[in-house]
């Protein structure tokens, strides 16, 4: 049973445009949640966080948004770059115990130049 | 600051060996937690430890099992080796991770390929 679910595989996205990865999860408990962004050989690292209490989170030129009612979160990224393509992981975790993440699938994100 | 430093980058194993997996968290971090990534199912979480002590455990078998020594290094330990365990394993530490805002920092992982 999956509780965080990231549907689309991949992404692909024009440089400048916007990118939008979404992210779905079913356990209530959840009370924060991490995008982290993942390239080849590398472990991941961490992009932007969204407590519970917040619907929105901006830091540059990413934001996230958190719809609570809907169990759904996404990642928007403007303008995209090349160099944002990787893997986006989107992860949440639930009464302060952040070493348990529980991670979507991820998503391929390609910007083309 | 010295990032999370995971040994070996790879690995190849065959079945019913066994193997150890070797992490040193960012100076300063307690908490170390263990994930498995692979491509169908993702990062999933196998372990944390804290202080020595194991806090939580993921649904993974008892083939697979952890220490942390008194400097917060870790290892992870996988026995009998079946072909499913070929993974990317990651190292990630942070300060107590018990904090909600706490960031969990990764390693680049060992690359394990069981034959």
């Known amino acids: 049973d999956q509780q965080v679910k990231q549907n689309s595989p991949s992404l692909s996205v024009q440089e400048g445009r916007i990118s939008i990865l979404n992210c779905d999860y079913t356990?209530?408990?959840?009370?924060?949640f991490l995008w982290y962004k993942k390239y080849p050989a590398e472990g991941p690292t961490f992009l932007i966080s969204?407590?519970?209490?917040?619907d929105k989170n901006e830091d540059g030129r990413f934001t996230v948004f958190l719809n609570k009612s809907a169990k759904h979160l996404s990642l928007h990224i403007v303008p995209s770059q090349p160099g944002d393509s990787a893997v986006y992981f989107c992860a949440a975790s639930a009464g302060g115990s952040n070493y348990k993440l529980t991670f979507g699938k991820g998503t391929l994100l390609t910007v083309n130049p | 600051k010295a990032g999370v430093t995971q040994t070996p980058r790879y690995l190849i194993k065959t079945r019913g060996q066994q193997v150890t997996l070797s992490c040193s968290p960012i100076s300063g971090h307690r908490s170390v937690s263990w994930y498995q990534q692979t491509p169908g199912q993702g990062l999933q979480f196998l372990f944390e430890?804290?202080?020595?002590?194991?806090?939580n455990k993921g649904n993974f078998p008892g083939r697979f099992s952890g220490r942390q020594f008194s400097n917060s290094r870790s290892e992870m330990n996988v026995s009998t080796l079946e072909l499913g365990d070929s993974a990317l394993y990651l190292c990630?530490?942070?300060?107590?991770?018990?904090?909600?805002?706490?960031?969990?920092?990764f390693g680049s992982g060992t690359q394990l390929s069981v034959l």
């Open positions: 969204i407590s519970s209490i917040k």
């Open positions: 990630a530490s942070s300060y107590s991770g018990a904090a909600t805002n706490e960031k969990l920092f």
């Open positions: 356990n209530s408990m959840f009370d924060y």
């Open positions: 430890y804290f202080s020595e002590t194991q806090r």
